[in-house]
């Protein structure tokens, strides 16, 4: 049995729909009582966790062999899923796969100093592993811009000319679904990235080409954006740590390609010209009646 943390989120969904395709059993564990619910009167084998309760993890993880480990994005997600990996080794997980960052494996930023001291714990447990090293995911675009790209045709970064190889969460979710179902992945740290490195400059020039309307890129200093995190109630820890990404991003080291995606599933990584005709309809302003 494979039990997915963090179904509910971009990365967590993708996994369990592609699971479901591949007609693997599975469990997933949502913070949500109403989500489990949803889930179970789908079929679908469900539980309730909290990170801070490790009883809750234990419970979740029971009977599992494989462990999709996504923890939540919180001040201290490096101590919750610190505290997931000592409840997967307490009941006998055998691999967990981990979902990391670019970059983890230098500590060059705070994200990968968030997920490099979980990795570390992972290697020694005696548990097998598989680290899902991603850079950014082509899906921001929605989550995080698609409110400004509606209203006002423009989105804001302060990455300034900074090259980034995004990758569409679709093609993380296929490498995480061959490890968590094949055991020639065992002691693999896979760097995820789309086939090409592109500026947001770039970018806005593929939003306006498909949504047929003008796109702006406005990069920001960072004290600015900070600014206006805040201001939409984002806690100024996370805050720092979003504007330290970007500071790794206007030093290039986020702009390298690697071939992983297509060594493990066997297909080219999606590029954002096709992620944004898939989901352009999410970009769109609403209609006016």
């Known amino acids: 049995m494979i039990c997915i943390t963090g179904a509910g989120g971009t990365v967590g969904r993708e996994v369990v729909k592609q699971l479901e395709l591949a007609k693997v059993p599975f469990r997933v564990a949502y913070f949500s009582k109403e989500k489990v619910e949803a889930a179970l009167a789908k079929g679908i084998d469900a539980v309730i966790i909290d990170y801070n309760q490790p009883e809750t993890l234990r419970t979740a993880f ?3 062999d494989k462990l999709f480990l996504l923890g939540p994005n919180a001040l201290n997600q490096m101590q919750l899923e610190l505290n997931a990996v000592e409840a997967a080794k307490a009941v006998d997980v055998q691999h967990i796969v981990k979902q990391s960052v670019m970059g983890a494996e230098d500590e060059a930023f705070s994200l990968a100093l968030l997920h490099r ?3 570390r714990v992972i290697e020694s447990s005696g548990m097998a592993w598989t680290f899902l090293r991603a850079s950014s995911f082509m899906q921001n675009v929605v989550t995080f811009m698609s409110e400004t790209i509606r209203a006002e045709s423009a989105f804001y970064s302060a990455s300034g000319e900074a090259k980034i190889a ?3 969460v679709r093609d993380i979710a296929a490498v995480a679904v061959k490890a968590l179902t094949e055991p020639t992945h065992a002691g693999h740290a896979y760097t995820l990235t ?3 490195a592109i500026t947001y400059d770039d970018l806005a020039q593929e939003l306006s080409a ?6 702006s890129h406005i990069s920001l200093p960072p ?7 805040l201001a939409e109630g984002m806690p100024e820890a996370i805050a720092d740590r979003m504007l330290d990404l970007e500071r790794y991003y206007r030093e290039g080291q986020a702009n390298h390609i690697t071939n992983d995606i297509k060594q ?11 992620y944004l005709r898939d989901y352009a309809s999410s970009l ?4 006016v009646a």
Do not use: N, W, Y
Not at 284 to 287: A, D, K
């Open 166 to 168: 995004h990758v569409d």
């Open 264 to 274: 493990v599933t066997g297909h080219e990584p999606r590029r954002f010209a096709q």
């Open 284 to 287: 769109q302003p609403p209609l």
């Open 210 to 215: 498909v949504l047929g309307r003008s796109i």
């Open 194 to 196: 789309g086939p090409e």
């Open 223 to 229: 004290e600015d954006l900070k600014h206006g995190m």
């Open 62 to 64: 029971q009977g599992c």
């Open 117 to 119: 001291p979980v990795e």
